[in-house]
């Protein structure tokens, strides 16, 4: 969390609605958020996991592009800032996209969406003033650049989210994992994509700020649906398998290192319709032919005590890595962690020892994600 003092935190549009709830607010990228509420991380965790979690997430940075010479132009503008398949990505769909340095380094993850005559994109919150400023940089002949400040974003996640979403907007159901639609409910213009950052099957909801608390509400108001703050929503994702910018991922980290190859399409791969071009694209291209150095692996601690991030890690004698995030894996009952370490030591099965307390215990290499994500394809 954020070393802030509360008097330079940014208030969220629904802070009275999660004091009345009994959250507790602490410092996260500039805002005070909801960590936890009486439930408890542990229970608001499973309860996502079984039911529905609602998540207040407005402390994204959520950004229209509007082409101002068609839209071609645009998705091959933003596509230059990026190793991604912009052009590629149809009307009404949704894609993971990173923000390339020159050195090949990660300057943010995001989500963007064709929504037809412009594209939306969602971006991190520490990262979000940067990002704005690099968009609007690089994209100024192609678009303009529109930061939203009057909208707040929620996720509904956890396999009751759908029916809940369905019983106020029926039809929501046919939506499939990464599509994006708009829909009204009750003059509120809600844009909404099928996505979220915890494993599991649910929507992110972009709402009008005036229509925020009584959206949130209804949906509280629904069965199985309860409030989640940020604890519950980090081991979630860390369950997942999913990075955390600043921790897993920033600019000293490639995303062939972070394990996120997937997510550069054929198109901009060696030999590809449209190959490289993006920033650090022959450091990228050459992991993605050659492999990295080194690699974002899971790991499973031994014992119950978890290992956070900054533990060390060893093999033998010799300091060979860093584990950047660790929990305790509420789904799984066990600690779990991710962090960086050697190619060569990067298969599953193999054993090092991180240091906790000045102590070595022993851990374990493994596959991820943690635990199967649920997502409606």
Known sequence: MADLETTDLKRLALHDL???????????AGYEMPVQYPMGVLKEHLHTRSAAGLFDVSHMGQVVLWPKAGMQSLMLGFE????????????????YGLLTSATGGILDDLMFANRGDHLFVVVNAACKAEDIAHLKAHLSPV?????????????LQGPDAEGALSRLLPGIETMRFMDVATRDWTGAELWISRSGYTGEDGFEISVPNAHLRRFADTLLAEPGVAPIGLGARD???????LCLYGHDIDTTTSP?????????????????????GFPGAERILTELADGPDRCRVGLRPEGRAPMRDGTVLYNGDTEIGIITSGGFGPSVEAPIAMGYVPAALSASGTRLEGEVRGKRLPVTVCDLPFRPSTYKR
């Open 143 to 155: 678009a303009e650049v529109m930061p939203i400040a009057d909208r707040g974003l929620l996720a």
């Open 256 to 276: 062939i290192e972070a394990g996120l190859a997937w997510a550069i399409q054929k198109s901009r791969r060696t030999c590809g319709a449209r190959s490289g």
């Open 235 to 241: 081991s979630l994702r860390l369950e997942a398998g």
């Open 80 to 95: 230059a800032l990026m190793p991604v398949d912009v052009l590629g990505l149809q009307e009404g769909r949704q894609r």
């Open 18 to 28: 999660h004091v009345s709830l009994g959250a507790r607010m602490v410092p996260f």
